[in-house]
């Protein structure tokens, strides 16, 4: 008979290993910081925000059937809506999308393109991505059992081909690039398509700021394409029209890649937000007349910034588009995560380290210039500039901090992070 009093052994509970050994995002977990920081009333300059704020009227219910936003609607997404985005793909960039196998709509963009690494990655295929890089590719692509390739971010379209093995099942880009605002050219399209497809190799393009340019004319992977064959296109309404708070995205591609994401929408989503669908449907000409004219004011407004970067001597990578500005921060002792922690928790500017989007670019910082005004925005640049020229750290007071917040220390070792 036991003894009532000895003490029971406990297995140790296991956790996944294959999710375990990926790091938080570090953009998100920066922003966290930023939330918590408000939260006690703090204020602050925030540069890391991956949206912009847009001044979006509320329009009328009145004329949506409520009811039927209070249910489930279809898992390819809602019928009136999809042909809404087919139709303006057609108008936008003369491409042919049937809305009802070549379209699929989804909880955001990013789920969207998780799904298509499952659809079509096999365990050990690699992926190539061209840095610098939105800093889910990578974990996405392990989580799908697939091997993420970097591409260094002063390698030109050119000269990819060297990266290609027979192991490479898909290039990554994003067009307009977060977080340096390159714009592809129509050519540098082609020329990926016609390297690729001969190989077996798809090509995902990430679209998501694909209305953030000014005078540039974007080119859409699915007008080089107009069959969809070895093209994924993910695009997202959420961060196009200002309210990415709603996470609605939607992918393109061929009829048997989109089936295979949609069963795994089924499993994972069922539905995006069946209320704010019909309204987006309702309203969705009015809704990208105000947004449109708005995400071309703030890419005006980044080239504005982007001249007075230069002008004090912080020099960005070349782009032309979206909001961001990707800053070089030269001989800076300290690595660029450091130097974010010590701006946000120090002086209460909130920038994404450049380790986030790449090998390569871990001499950088990611700057918005999506929610914060001119003149705040280059206050916080020469304070930038001003510390990155004289070196300056206080670890110390970065840990402090940190622990008084009760946040966790971010490690890209990608262990369980000590939130002591």
Known sequence: MNNSNSPVHKPKMQLSQKVCSIPEALSVYINNVVYEMKRRGEELCVLSLGEAFFDIPMFSFDDIDFKKGYHYSESR???????????????????????????????????????????????????????????????????AEGVPVFIPFDCGVDSIEKYITNKTKMIVICNPNNPAGKVYSRNELEFLYKLCRPRGIYILVDEAYSDFL??????SMTSIVPDKDGIIVVNSLSKNMGISGWRIGYAISSDDVIYNMLKLNQHLITCPSTL?????????????????????EVVRKRETINQYCKSIGLIPLD??????LFINIADYK???????????????ISVVPGLAYGNSTERFIRISVGTENIDDIKRSLDLIKQIIMNDEIDKNYINDTLTELKMNHFSSDCQHMDGN
């Open 77 to 143: 997404g809602l019928y009136e809506l999809r042909h809404i985005l087919s139709k303006y793909y057609n108008n936008r960039y003369n491409a042919s999308i049937d809305p009802d196998s070549d379209l699929i709509i989804s909880a955001g963009s990013k789920p969207l393109i998780y799904m298509a690494f499952q659809a079509v990655l096999n365990a050990g295929d690699e992926v190539l991505i061209h840095e610098p890089a939105w800093l889910s590719y990578p974990e996405e692509i392990k989580l």
């Open 276 to 296: 704010l669908l019909l309204y987006i449907s309702k309203h969705f000409d009015e809704m990208l007349d105000i947004t449109l004219p708005q995400a071309q």
């Open 214 to 219: 000014d005078n540039d004319l974007f080119c």
């Open 334 to 348: 300290y690595s660029s995560l450091d130097l974010a922690l010590y701006l946000l928790t120090k002086y209460h």
């Open 319 to 324: 782009g032309t588009s979206t909001f961001y």
